[in-house]
């Protein structure tokens, strides 16, 4: 079974900048789409961007202008770059490969990451 590994996380203040890796092995992240999602404890698990292997991207309308979604196929792994951030952003963020994007919608695909904690402060 497929695990993907998220690094990145932690606290920082309102107006900082962090930004996450997903590493996923090279026969799933090579072909397919990847995205990002976040959950609050008590919430549903949202899509924050999504990626394709052509490199489109998608964004929840909250982090557009803030956030960047980009991957590195000779790493194999997908990034999040967080500007800007605002204590709303906390949340535990999880790393979902082998998705499909389909017009503004992604759905995911099977393999997920662990969960990471970004935490913001006001």
């Known amino acids: 079974q497929v695990q993907l590994v998220e690094s990145g996380g932690g606290l920082v203040q309102a107006g900082g900048s962090l930004r996450l890796s997903c590493a996923a092995p090279?026969?799933?992240?090579?072909?397919?789409?990847m995205g990002w999602f976040r959950q609050e404890p008590g919430n549903q698990r949202d899509l924050v961007a999504a990626i394709t292997s052509g490199e489109r991207t998608i964004y929840r309308d909250s982090v557009k202008g803030r956030f960047t979604i980009s991957r590195d196929n000779a790493k194999n792994t997908v990034y999040l770059q967080m500007n800007s951030l605002r204590p709303e952003d906390t949340a535990v963020y999880y790393c979902?490969?082998?998705?499909?994007?389909?017009?503004?919608?992604?759905?995911?695909?099977?393999?997920w990451g662990q969960g990471i904690q970004v935490t913001v402060s006001s």
């Open positions: 090279g026969s799933i992240f090579s072909i397919n789409a």
């Open positions: 979902n490969a082998d998705g499909k994007m389909l017009g503004r919608g992604y759905y995911s695909g099977r393999y």
